[in-house]
Each structure stands twice: as structure tokens, then as C-alpha cells.
């Protein structure tokens, strides 16, 4: 009689455990998900201003001096609320540095 309430016990704790570790890696997962979509939102804008960058160059034989030009220009369109962009043009004749932030929360 004793065993059997240690086996019903352990039963449900082995449940209660196995939940809780479930609910815990569910949880790991939907946080890691958000970090996955912000990067690649990253780079897909970081793409889509080299590719802008890249037509200006080949239209008119420069790169583009700043980002509001492609924007004035080429129809770019950049999603401000959520990351910030950092265009660093050094030189007409060479590609721009690109680097693309996600802002927090």
C-alpha cells in the first residue's frame, strides 16, 4: 500500500516535471524566434540599401553620398521605427558600408 502512493507520487511529479521543462523550452524558443526575424529583417535592408547603392552606381556612375539620396531618388524605403541603418560612404568609386541596427523593444 505504501509503495503504490510513492509510485503515484513519483508519477505525478515526473509529469509535473516533464510539463514544466516543456513550457520552458517553449518559451526558450518564442524568445530566440523574435532575435531570428529581427536579423533578418537586418539583413534584408542591409541588402536591399546595397542593391539601391549598386543601381545608383551602375545609372550614374557614383555611389549614392547618403541614404536620404536613394531614398529621393530610387523609391528606397526604410523602416525607421524599428532599426537604424548606418550608411558610411567613403569615396564616389568605392560601395558604401552598410550596417543595420535593431532597436530594442
Known amino acids: 500500500m505504501y509503495s503504490d502512493r510513492v509510485k503515484k507520487k513519483t508519477g505525478w511529479l515526473m509529469l509535473l516535471a516533464v510539463l514544466l521543462l516543456l513550457a520552458l523550452l517553449l518559451a526558450v524558443s518564442f524568445g530566440s524566434s523574435g532575435r531570428d526575424v529581427s536579423d533578418e529583417?537586418?539583413?534584408?535592408?542591409?541588402?536591399?540599401?546595397?542593391?539601391?547603392?549598386?543601381?545608383?552606381?551602375?545609372?550614374?556612375?557614383?555611389?549614392?553620398?547618403?541614404?536620404?539620396?536613394?531614398?529621393?531618388?530610387y523609391g528606397l524605403?526604410?523602416?525607421?521605427?524599428?532599426?537604424?541603418?548606418?550608411?558610411?560612404?567613403?569615396?564616389?568609386n568605392l560601395p558604401p558600408t552598410v550596417r543595420v541596427i535593431a532597436k530594442k523593444g
Open 41 to 73: 529583417g537586418a539583413a534584408a535592408i542591409r541588402e536591399t540599401v546595397r542593391r539601391s547603392a549598386l543601381q545608383c552606381y551602375v545609372v550614374e556612375g557614383i555611389y549614392p553620398p547618403d541614404l536620404q539620396y536613394l531614398q529621393d531618388n
Open 77 to 92: 524605403q526604410i523602416n525607421t521605427e524599428d532599426y537604424y541603418v548606418v550608411y558610411d560612404a567613403f569615396a564616389a
